[in-house]
């Protein structure tokens, strides 16, 4: 017990059978167990969350370590990174498995604010990328005198990298949104001639000013069932 309370996350010990031998009070914290005695309970009465007791069976059965996150757990709606590991005892005997239980709620409320502040920024920041660049396109019409259109080519290049920048901000901003929610990719049949055009009116400027040839081929029939983007 000594050992356990001393330990910063919460530890389950669970004999062959899923009873609970001993656990901390961070723990008991994380499970809202207050001072109700545990000790000789399955585990799955005092776990009271399904797909963590599904991991817990399973390591018993299979011997097998996992891990996950469970989100919410009990009432406070926490957020829980959980570890499972099988102890073996002698000549290889299975003698039950420890569960470690880390509460990641303030770490994942950190995450949502780091994932709103980059795509609030990103959308903040095309507008004026987008200015920019469509100004200093503007002056390259202009009757410049010559030893301004050096500056001029150097603004419009640095703003096409951000707005490559951005986009890709704004990418990465979706595909985090999607993974908090569960959200599938829509996938559909793409041809791959049309996506090789798109990666050359993308990239194709930027990779010719370094002098790198993209060469494609393919049959012109040939998809890809895939997520476009």
Not at 151 to 159: D, G, M, P, Q
Request: proline share 6%; charged share 25%.
């Amino acid at each position: 017990s000594k050992v356990l309370s001393a330990v910063a996350d919460g530890v389950l010990l669970l004999d062959p059978s899923g009873d609970v031998l001993d656990l901390n009070d961070e723990a008991r914290r994380i499970l809202e167990l207050g001072e109700a005695p545990v000790a000789g309970r399955p585990a799955r009465e005092v776990v009271r969350h399904a797909e963590m007791n599904r991991a817990i069976l399973r390591v018993l059965r299979t011997g097998q370590t996992t891990e996950l996150v469970a989100d919410p757990v009990a009432t406070e709606h926490r957020a829980v990174h959980v570890h499972v590991v099988p102890v073996a005892g002698s000549e290889g005997r299975g003698i039950g498995a420890v569960v470690t239980l880390r509460d990641i709620t303030r770490l994942r409320a950190l995450e949502r604010v780091r994932q709103d502040f980059a795509a609030n920024a990103s959308h903040e920041l095309r507008t004026p990328v987008t200015a920019i660049r469509g100004f200093a396109e503007s002056l390259t019409e202009m009757d410049l005198p010559q030893e301004a259109r050096p500056f001029v080519e150097t603004i419009i290049r640095n703003a096409t990298q951000l707005e490559s920048l951005i986009r890709d901000l704004l990418t990465l901003a979706e595909i985090e949104h999607e993974q908090a929610h569960s959200i599938l990719p829509r996938k559909e049949w793409v041809s791959a001639h049309a996506l090789f055009m798109a990666v050359e009116d993308h990239l194709g400027p930027a990779a010719r000013t370094k002098r790198i040839d993209m060469v494609f081929s393919a049959p012109p029939e040939l998809r890809l069932y895939a997520v476009p983007t």
